[in-house]
């Protein structure tokens, strides 16, 4: 994907961004790919599940940086969770990555899909634009995108009524 892909408001990005396939080059002997089967847009205005809904903290700086860098934090005490930055610098949105299907391996829940795809906080900045993280689109993303359905977030306790979690019907994460 092109930097123009993640200039883009998250709602867009997020639905564009299922039947994608994202790879990461964690070492010369382990690469790590998953194909996006759910994700959930967090807006930079009117959204107060958004991280930056408050402004500008340290946590949250990634994400007013410009589309098409990694967004890491830590939750729950065990979890990192990725999201892709989205929009100009200073929009502050964003795509959590919450699921996706390696071969046959489903992969539910954003903590899981980080740990899967060795995502950490020293990934956090980090670009998705090619290099050591790649976003693409193949054969089958079309497939995928044509099955997708539109949902309230979920794991989440404000904004919640919002239709912004993308998921490939019949792959529906509880996590």
Same mark, same amino acid.
């Given at each position: ?16 961004? /299922? ?6 080059? &964690? ?23 958004? #991280?930056? #809904? ?5 946590? %949250?700086?990634?994400?007013?940086? $410009? ?11 065990? #979890?990192?969770? &990725?999201?892709?930055? %989205? ?6 949105? &964003?795509?959590?990555? $919450?699921?996706?299907? &390696? ?22 900045? %980090? ?17 995928? $995108?044509?099955?997708?359905?539109? %949902?309230?977030? /979920?794991?989440? $306790? ?16 509880? /996590?």
């Amino acid at each position: 994907m092109k930097r123009e892909f993640f200039l883009q408001p998250p709602e867009i990005a997020a639905r564009e961004l /299922i039947g994608c396939v994202l790879t990461h080059i &964690a070492s010369e002997d382990d690469t790590r790919s998953v194909r996006l089967t759910e994700t959930e847009a967090y807006l930079a205005e009117d959204d107060e599940a958004c #991280h930056a #809904h408050k402004g500008l903290t340290p946590r %949250t700086a990634p994400m007013f940086e $410009r589309g098409g860098i990694l967004y890491v934090y830590f939750i729950y005490g065990k #979890h990192w969770c &990725a999201n892709i930055v %989205t929009e100009p610098r200073g929009r502050a949105s &964003a795509v959590l990555l $919450r699921s996706g299907i &390696a071969g046959d391996i489903e992969i539910g829940g954003p903590g899981r899909l980080a740990t899967f795809l060795g995502i950490d906080k020293t990934h956090n900045y %980090t670009s998705v634009l090619g290099g050591q993280f790649d976003v693409f689109e193949d054969e089958l993303t079309p497939l995928f $995108r044509a099955k997708t359905v539109v %949902t309230k977030r /979920i794991g989440i $306790r404000k904004s919640v009524d919002l239709p912004l979690r993308f998921v490939v019907a019949g792959h529906l994460s509880k /996590i």
